[in-house]
């Protein structure tokens, strides 16, 4: 054969090979966990189901619509570039499915299947309590009691820090003093729709007179333009962090000797045992459930109380070591697993993209995100002077002006700090009640 006509052969072998190593290329990667042509495979008995409205009304067929576009739509957020460094698969997977539900493209069948699993079987409390209490128990007991003492100050200095901006803010842009304080800035920190959307529409009701749902409507695009510009900044400072070292705990919001001396050990990776996961799942549901009974009894609310109980057990050493194992491992299952799924249910049942439409201007924007920047910006900065982590304590200050339990997911899963989730829990909740409180006191006095 002739010099010419080999080197013409070995093109030809070459150009053929390359649709056959891109297709072999394309059958090894992934969505999620699943060989990408499974997942298609999956997705397809999903989707067809879904359309013709056999899916079945249970978890299974809740789980089926939540875990197939979750790991679609995480899988996208992480190959789109810049996008994917201020939290884009968080913001795809809460964002998309608010989008397609506004465009009617889930038919009855879909909704109420996932309508049935996020809010009758309340998964959104089943991942909050497994993150909450796993990490608790997981965590040295010394650093999270210091990191709960400690978190305070970021957080009040944050929040009077951020109102005070938000009222500038909003003046210039022709708001009243009165409408930026109650109307958007006290929805954005007020801890989320149930905990603090619903209770303020009662109390700006029976204050002005018009129903609850009209002023569900004027508060929750501010709760909603407030979580998406925190998911934006956890995703920047997680970045960050990446750049300085010497900003970032890499999951610890407390810096100390005893700190740096725990993680700086290298420990070899423990072999998964179910039955401990299984105790600590049992676990998990117990301190959950201790929470609603003293809630009956003191009136403080459940998953607050699940929290310091489950600190004080932590800090008194009452939990036997192979439990906390056990829940801390279940927790990395839930962290790892089912935080994309429960976003596209919350996206689909808690984020009312018509609401945000309704009143989204330049200015309305620029208001909000005011708030949450000036908040997040003067909790890195005083952070030092605390002896905390400027990239954890900012995070954490931001949980304050989420969508409660869904915005403490959204937020941590975008800067991949799960591990904080007890101190945003504190954050959201104590800081979202306080700020219902008291916003509540000003305005019967204003009236």
Wanted: glycine fraction near 10%.
């Amino acid at each position: 054969m002739k010099k010419s006509d080999r080197i013409q052969a070995n093109e030809a072998d070459f150009t053929a090979s390359v649709p056959f190593n891109a297709m072999l290329n394309f059958s090894k990667t992934s969505i999620g966990s699943v060989p990408i042509l499974l997942f298609f495979t999956i997705a397809a008995i999903v989707g067809i189901s879904a359309l013709s409205g056999y899916l079945p009304r249970n978890m299974i067929g809740g789980f089926a619509i939540i875990m197939t576009l979750g790991f679609l739509l995480a899988h996208i957020g992480r190959k789109i570039p810049v996008f994917c460094d201020i939290g884009g698969p968080a913001i795809l997977c809460l964002m998309v499915p608010s989008i397609l539900v506004y465009f009617d493209v889930f038919n009855t069948n879909t909704m109420d299947t996932v309508h049935l699993l996020m809010k009758e079987a309340n998964f959104l409390y089943f991942v909050i309590a497994s993150l909450v209490v796993g990490s608790i128990l997981g965590m040295n007991r010394i650093i999270l009691i210091q990191g709960m003492v400690r978190m305070f100050i970021p957080l009040v200095i944050g929040t009077v820090t951020a109102v005070a901006t938000g009222l500038l803010v909003g003046k210039l842009f022709g708001y009243s003093l009165y409408h930026t304080f109650f109307f958007i800035i006290v929805p954005i920190i007020g801890g989320g729709i149930g905990e603090g959307i619903l209770p303020l529409s009662l109390a700006y009701s029976s204050l002005l007179g018009q129903s609850p749902d009209v002023y569900v409507a004027q508060l929750a695009p501010a709760a909603v333009v407030g979580n998406i510009f925190a998911i934006i900044c956890a995703g920047i400072l997680a970045r960050l962090g990446l750049r300085r070292k010497d900003l970032n705990g890499e999951g610890r919001l407390v810096r100390s000797d005893e700190d740096n001396a725990i993680f700086s050990i290298n420990e070899a990776p423990k072999p998964v045992d179910f039955h401990l996961m299984g105790g600590g799942l049992l676990m998990i549901c117990a301190f959950f459930i201790v929470g609603g009974l003293f809630e009956k009894l003191v009136h403080i609310p459940g998953p607050v109380l699940m929290i310091l109980i489950a600190v004080l057990c932590k800090y008194s050493k009452v939990i036997p070591s192979s439990m906390e194992t056990g829940a801390h491992s279940f927790y990395k299952f839930v962290s790892s697993s089912l935080v994309w799924p429960l976003m596209i249910g919350l996206g689909m049942l808690y984020v009312p993209l018509e609401s945000v439409v309704a009143v989204f201007t330049p200015g309305y924007v620029v208001v909000c995100g005011s708030v949450v920047i000036s908040m997040a910006l003067i909790s890195f900065f005083i952070a030092p002077y605390l002896n905390m982590y400027p990239i954890e304590a900012s995070i954490v200050t931001s949980c304050h002006s989420g969508l409660g339990g869904t915005g403490d997911v959204a937020i941590l899963s975008a800067s991949n700090r799960m591990s904080l989730m007890p101190f945003a829990q504190i954050a959201t909740r104590i800081g979202g009640a306080s700020t219902v409180i008291g916003a509540t006191l000003l305005m019967g006095w204003l009236m």
